[in-house]
Nanobody, 115 residues
C-alpha cells in the first residue's frame, strides 16, 4: 500500500516558523499533484497549498505570503515552509498525493501555535 509520511510538526509561538516534510514514493512523485491540508478540532479538512509536477502552486487565501510549498525531486520530498505563524494555524496537517488512481494520505502531523 502506498504510504505518505509527514514530519516536522510541533509547538511554536506566534510569529514563529516550522517546516513540514512529506516523503512520497518515487513511483508517483513525478506524476502526482501534491498538497498539504489541515484540519482543526471539529473542522473540515481544508486545502492549504498544492503543487503539480510542473511546479505550479496554489494556496489558500489565509496562508498566502506566509506559507510556501516546494518539492525536492532528488529526495522525493514535499515541504511546507510556514512563517509568521498565527494561533489560527493550529491544526493537524496532512500530506496528500493525487494521481489517476486516486488520493493517498499521510497520517498527519500536529502543529500547535501558542504562547
Amino acid at each position: 500500500q502506498v504510504q505518505l509520511v509527514e514530519s516536522g510538526g510541533g509547538l511554536v509561538q506566534p510569529g514563529g516558523s516550522l517546516r513540514l516534510s512529506c516523503a512520497v514514493p518515487g513511483s508517483i512523485f513525478s506524476i502526482a499533484i501534491m498538497g498539504w491540508y489541515r484540519q482543526g478540532p471539529g473542522d473540515a479538512r481544508d486545502l492549504v497549498a498544492a503543487i503539480n509536477s510542473a511546479g505550479d502552486t496554489n494556496y489558500a487565501d489565509s496562508v498566502k505570503g506566509r506559507f510556501t510549498i516546494s518539492t525536492d525531486s532528488a529526495e522525493n520530498m514535499v515541504y511546507l515552509q510556514m512563517n509568521s505563524l498565527k494561533l489560527e494555524d493550529t491544526a493537524v496537517y496532512f500530506c496528500n498525493a493525487i494521481t489517476p488512481r486516486g488520493h493517498t494520505w499521510g497520517q498527519g502531523t500536529q502543529v500547535t501555535v501558542s504562547s
